[in-house]
């Protein structure tokens, strides 16, 4: 996602591997930090594995028209089809960490999109 947004700041083109429908699954880092603080102090996980993550399947085509909006920047897409864009499908169940934990994302992919270029040095504009 760093690589995606820096392209689209600075007139790059972003490369996606594949045909742009394979999927995963973006969650904001302070959703993370959410969900680690209440596995570190809930009781009863005893070692439990618990995923964590939006539980939204995102195409990476969508992904670059999310950026292009968060951006404001139209964004060049060149789609790589001599490597492969990786598993077809990759979200998180997130059904443990719900019942575990209480955990529920609260920033969707375009906030969080939106945070990330507010809050990251690397995308502070002069």
Do not use: C, W
């Not at 972003?14 to 570190?40: E, P, S």
């Not at 059904?95 to 934990?101: F, S, V």
């Amino acid at each position: 996602m760093p690589r995606f947004l820096q392209a689209a700041l600075s007139g790059g083109s972003l490369v996606i591997y594949g045909d742009g429908r394979h999927t995963r699954d973006y969650v904001y880092v302070d959703d993370v930090v959410d969900a680690l603080v209440a596995a570190a102090t809930a009781k009863g996980i005893n070692r439990a594995v618990i995923n964590v993550g939006s539980g939204q399947e995102t195409s990476v085509a969508d992904l670059a028209a999310h950026i292009q909006t968060a951006t404001g920047r139209e964004v060049n897409v060149l789609y790589n089809s001599q490597k492969a864009g990786g598993v077809a499908r990759l979200a998180a169940d997130i059904g443990r960490a719900r019942e575990m934990l209480g955990f529920r994302p609260a920033i969707d992919l375009h906030a969080g999109l939106r945070l990330t270029l507010e809050r990251d040095i690397r995308f502070r504009r002069p």
